[in-house]
């Protein structure tokens, strides 16, 4: 059992109260209150579906790529649409990649699809790039980072030999209707390395035939 308090003490504890700027009576009478979490729950945005956040990558990336990306987004779009992008694993991600592979057109320069099946990862890629820099997904759980691009193969294209280049120049020198253009044409190709699409070579025929 305590002693009873002296005078002096009530004294120090009144003077203590007082310059904490606490009334007495609030000891008595004011009751503890367990502080209230805030809600932040109610705070963060929703994850939205891969239909729902494509149109808004659209809008945030340049026409070209927009474009670019189309076909592969509609892809994503057709398989997944409904679901959030949270619930889309990298598996999966990889499964329709291999699908857009081998559904590929076949054209000239085919590499037997593996160049749809990067520009698909790179566009999946692209929409959660986005949701990252949204601040919507951690990039620890995001999907397409996991998800590796297919190997690309050795380019077919090759140099002449020294002897191709030379039977080439000898045909060139030789036949046609004008083998003096040709050749210097020929030559212009050689040195500069430039192709039918760069217009060097149609610019060079047009000057040298208004001579």
Same mark, same amino acid.
């Given at each position: ?84 992008? $949270?619930?889309?694993?990298? @598996?999966? +991600?990889?499964? /329709?990649? !291999?699908?857009?592979? =081998?559904? &590929?057109?076949?054209? %000239? ?68 209707? $004008?083998?003096?253009?040709? @050749?210097? +044409?020929?030559? /212009?190709? !050689?040195?500069?390395? =430039?192709? &039918?699409?760069?217009? %060097? ?11």
């Amino acid at each position: 059992m305590t002693n009873p308090a002296t005078r002096q003490d009530l004294e120090a504890a009144r003077l203590l109260l007082s310059r904490l700027g606490v009334d007495p009576a609030d000891l008595v009478t004011a009751g503890w209150e367990e502080p209230v979490a805030a809600d932040t729950e109610g705070d963060e945005r929703p994850m939205p579906t891969i239909r729902e956040w494509i149109p808004v990558v659209a809008g945030l990336v340049s026409r070209s790529t927009a474009a670019s990306y189309g076909s592969y987004w509609n892809k994503a779009e057709a398989e997944w649409g409904d679901r959030a992008m $949270d619930t889309i694993t990298a @598996s999966e +991600i990889k499964a /329709l990649s !291999e699908l857009v592979r =081998s559904t &590929a057109l076949v054209r %000239r320069n085919s590499r037997g699809g593996r160049n749809a099946a990067e520009n698909f990862v790179a566009a999946v890629r692209c929409l959660y790039r986005h949701l990252e820099n949204d601040g919507r997904l951690d990039r620890h759980r995001n999907p397409a980072r996991r998800v590796t691009k297919p190997r690309r193969n050795a380019s077919t294209r090759r140099a002449l030999s020294n002897n191709q280049l030379a039977e080439l120049n000898d045909v060139v020198a030789s036949t046609g209707d $004008d083998p003096v253009l040709d @050749s210097l +044409i020929c030559r /212009l190709h !050689e040195e500069t390395a =430039s192709n &039918a699409r760069s217009g %060097r070579a149609g610019s060079f025929r047009r000057e040298h035939r208004g001579r």
